[in-house]
């Protein structure tokens, strides 16, 4: 019913990332204070108030009904403040991105042009990856957990071993910015193990790249106009993959052979797209206050 069941309240700057861990019993932050932390919600500590000071909050609701012993609708319980697990504080500007590999340990990415790979109980870092040249984005583990990639305002995407100091592929065909970069659901580890993996990158030069990881080659160049593309999103069977650019276009591009089977324009900067689990609808989120979804079916 969407009450409010905790207050997460540490931060000291805007918080621009969350993801939780596979379990679900910790929820990772990424803000403009440079830090990252590990918010432990299992924690049974009741707020008094939410945070305090000019503490940045997180809120976390339950959607679950929750009844009292005759069946009625129970009274709202107190919100209750997550304890901190860990706070990371490894990077030396704003953290734009984090990303779990496995309930234990994740990355972090930063203005400061590195990549920190971090374990809960950890007082330092595991691996700081550094080769990028500008801001670092977005970074992303494949779904196995054995690599990450993550792109830059440098132009460039690059796929990191976390037992090597070096990155192991460099992906450098954009001519600007890439804001964002996704993997395929495909391959292991996922629901369809038996097709080959790719990554997606978006790119201010109003490209969208499909890259073969393993070479370190782009498959495909996807592009319609010069309109720079903000976001990306494979379908759940991994055979298409919608985009969405600052000029309003929401676009569907088949995996198998890079043709362009769809397009939405709308009014507006597309800031998000998303597919549905049985994959005959796209969303897409517009600077204008607007949602749209379209039926792909038709």
């Not at 207050?7 to 621009?16: C, E, M, N």
């Not at 993996?197 to 495909?220: C, N, P, R």
Request: charged share 25%; hydrophobic share 35%; net charge negative.
């Amino acid at each position: 019913d969407g009450r409010l069941r905790w207050t997460l309240a540490a931060h000291t700057g805007p918080i621009f990332s969350l993801k939780w861990n596979k379990e679900g019993s910790h929820l990772l932050s990424g803000s403009y204070d440079k830090s990252a932390i590990v918010w432990d919600l299992n924690s049974s500590e009741a707020a008094e108030g939410g945070g305090g000071g000019d503490a940045a909050e997180i809120r976390v609701t339950d959607f679950g009904r929750v009844d009292d012993k005759n069946g009625g609708g129970g009274a709202a319980a107190a919100p209750r403040k997550g304890r901190v697990r860990q706070q990371f504080c490894f990077h030396t500007a704003p953290t734009l991105d984090v990303d779990w590999r496995d309930t234990r340990t994740f990355a972090t990415c930063s203005t400061d042009r590195t990549i920190q790979y971090c374990a809960l109980g950890e007082e330092r870092p595991r691996r700081t990856f550094t080769g990028h040249t500008d801001e670092v984005n977005a970074i992303k583990w494949d779904a196995m957990g054995t690599l990450l990639a993550s792109c830059s305002d440098d132009g460039t995407a690059k796929i990191w071993n976390p037992d090597k100091d070096s990155f192991v592929q460099n992906l450098c065909e954009h001519t600007k910015e890439i804001y964002t970069i996704q993997w395929s659901p495909t391959g292991p580890g996922t629901d369809n193990p038996n097709k080959p993996v790719h990554l997606a990158s978006a790119s201010f030069d109003a490209t969208v790249k499909l890259w073969d990881v393993e070479y370190g080659k782009s498959i495909y160049t996807l592009s319609r106009n010069d309109e720079s593309v903000y976001s990306v999103a494979f379908s759940p069977s991994g055979e298409y993959l919608a985009s969405g650019s600052l000029a309003g276009h929401l676009c569907i591009w088949s995996v198998k052979d890079g043709a362009l089977i769809k397009t939405y324009q709308g009014s507006g900067d597309i800031f998000e797209v998303a597919w549905n689990h049985s994959e005959n609808k796209i969303a897409a989120c517009y600077s204008t206050n607007v949602v749209t979804i379209l039926d792909f079916r038709m």
